[in-house]
């Protein structure tokens, strides 16, 4: 890859290839709604510590699998392994949706410190530390405001903060931006990498633009149209950012229907 912007005091934690331990493995999924399937055989591993993306066209089933590792949903066939977890045999997972669903009610800092309640182990669970987030990574002067009197970008930022307030074990990021103005995205980008690299997060990233992914993930997975994974990419492995997003459209494009933001030219 060339320069790719780090942002300064972060280190490049995961941008080269090196064996990390498996965080998950997901073997031979299988899942169908009524007698259509959407997922027939997907085989995904996750590192820990690793950022993965997972794109694909609309409707080849990126939030089915999303909503599946977040425990929403379960496989019709297949198995998921995971590592570490507790007595519930799964890790502790924080999830992010396309809208921040912030509780109306409560301010910013009573939102983020209202999470921890679902934690598993409450009582662990450290107030303090949570809304120390907010000041961390910019949003000390949002604490005392209530969702009304944010911005999208603002809120969804908020959110990201309440799923890693909770120390997650890995967290699951659907669309998060989309529903937002592009011009505030790139932004967003660059302070959701600053998050997950100084807490040296296990992520999963659905997205259906290729130049998000290739910005914040460690490694890119194509899930094509038939329900399996059609391709995929380790973004330090690439010559350049350009030719990799040429390689992820080509692949793309082999799929029916393709619909990639951020076509090439
Ligand atoms: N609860 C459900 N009941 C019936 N069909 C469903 C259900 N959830 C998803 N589907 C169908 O499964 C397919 C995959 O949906 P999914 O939302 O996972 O795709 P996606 O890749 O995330 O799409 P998009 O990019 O448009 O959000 C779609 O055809 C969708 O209509």
Not at 163 to 182: H, K, N, R, T, Y
Not at 206 to 211: C, E, F, G, L, P
Not at 239 to 262: H, K, N, W
Request: glycine content about 10%.
């Amino acid at each position: 890859m060339g320069t790719r912007p780090i942002p300064p005091n972060i280190p490049d934690r995961a941008r080269t290839p090196v064996q990390r331990d498996t965080a998950l493995r997901l073997v031979g999924g299988y899942k169908r709604f009524h007698d259509t399937p959407v997922l027939t055989g997907v085989d995904l591993t996750v590192h820990e510590h690793e950022f993965v993306a997972v794109t694909g066209r609309s409707g080849s089933g990126k939030s089915t699998l999303l909503r599946i590792l977040a425990g929403l949903d379960t496989l019709d066939a297949g198995t998921i392994h995971w590592t570490g977890g507790g007595s519930s045999g799964r890790p502790h997972t924080g999830v992010v949706f396309q809208q921040p669903r912030l509780m109306p009610w409560l301010t910013v800092g009573e939102n983020i410190a209202y999470g921890g309640r679902f934690r598993a182990h409450r009582d662990h669970f450290d107030a303090a530390h949570a809304t120390g987030l907010l000041s961390r990574f910019g949003l000390h002067d949002l604490a005392e405001r209530t969702p009304d009197q944010l911005s999208g970008g603002q809120a969804q930022r908020v959110a990201i903060i309440r799923a890693v307030a909770i120390g997650p074990e890995l967290l699951l990021l659907d669309e998060p931006f989309s529903a937002l103005d592009p011009s505030i995205r790139a932004d967003l980008r660059g302070w959701l990498r600053e998050v997950t690299a100084e807490l040296d997060m296990t992520v999963v990233l659905i997205t259906h633009d290729i130049d998000e992914a290739i910005e914040l993930a460690d490694r890119i997975v194509l899930l094509g149209d038939t329900g399996t994974i059609r391709d995929e990419w380790v973004v330090a492995s690439a010559p350049t950012r350009d030719c990799l997003r040429r390689e992820i459209f080509g692949s793309y494009s082999g799929a029916v229907g393709a619909d990639p933001v951020g076509e090439p030219a």
